[in-house]
């Protein structure tokens, strides 16, 4: 099992740019997220998925949306990129949202916006 | 909001040695937390898990230990390796919600040779 696969690695872009950060788990997990991680803070979440067809804000959604395409996917857009989300990006799944158990993340996306 | 927070930014240790990692946790509520080892570039791993009725958990050279009465828990690494080396950080949640852990800001875990 590969487990988290998001995609890309790496990506530059300027301001106003858009793009779609992509992720997907083959471990059939109900539940998926997105998280941010900048230095000097813990993981704080953008949004997540508690199961195929819903989706919820997080703590810091501003700027983002999503999409969950299926079970397996679960994408991160922005539409009009800004500095402020110079960030990595980490995608997670687990069994159930509701419910406390650990979550499984993928090695991120490194974003920069000039 | 409550946050939890961890005691020592940084930790040097020798190889053999063994290693504590501590974190305070400040929501009395939380009745979940969890362990992660986050290497350079790589997305953060699960480590263990320990639920608010226990007061320790044992894995493969790792032991989890909760206080609740100081709201402290600690990481034990034993046997360190230089595979070790990496950033440790731990959660906390509760109320049988995933969407609503709160991470710690880590600590940077070297093993000296």
């Known amino acids: 099992n590969a487990g988290v696969t998001q995609t890309p690695k790496f990506q530059v872009l300027k301001t106003g740019q858009s793009m779609t950060l992509q992720c997907a788990q083959d471990?059939?997990?109900?539940?998926m997220y997105w998280y941010r991680q900048d230095p000097g803070m813990g993981l704080r979440l953008i949004y997540y998925?508690?199961?195929?067809?819903?989706?919820d804000k997080g703590e810091v959604p501003n700027g983002y949306n999503v999409s969950r395409l299926n079970k397996r996917e679960f994408s991160l857009r922005l539409e009009s990129a800004a500095p402020s989300q110079t960030s990595v990006y980490f995608c997670?799944?687990?069994?159930?949202?509701?419910?406390?158990?650990?979550?499984?993340f993928g090695n991120g996306t490194r974003l920069t916006v000039t | 909001g409550e946050s939890v927070g961890l005691h020592l930014p940084t930790l040097s240790v020798q190889e053999g040695d063994n290693s504590i990692i501590n974190c305070a946790y400040s929501?009395?509520?939380?009745?979940?937390f969890i362990w992660y080892k986050q290497e350079s570039g790589k997305g953060p791993q699960f480590i263990i898990d320990?639920?608010?009725?226990?007061d320790k958990r044992q894995g493969q050279r790792v032991t989890v230990l909760l206080n609740k009465t100081v709201k402290h828990l600690s990481l034990q690494i034993a046997a360190t390796q230089p595979g070790d080396s990496a950033v440790y950080f731990c959660?906390?949640?509760?109320?049988?919600?995933?969407?609503?852990?709160?991470f710690g800001k880590g600590t940077l875990l070297t093993v000296n040779p």
């Open positions: 997670a799944s687990s069994g159930i949202a509701q419910s406390n158990s650990p979550l499984h």
């Open positions: 471990m059939n997990h109900n539940s």
């Open positions: 998925s508690a199961s195929e067809g819903t989706t």
């Open positions: 929501n009395s509520a939380s009745d979940y």
């Open positions: 320990i639920r608010s009725n226990m």
């Open positions: 959660a906390e949640g509760g109320g049988g919600s995933n969407y609503k852990l709160t």
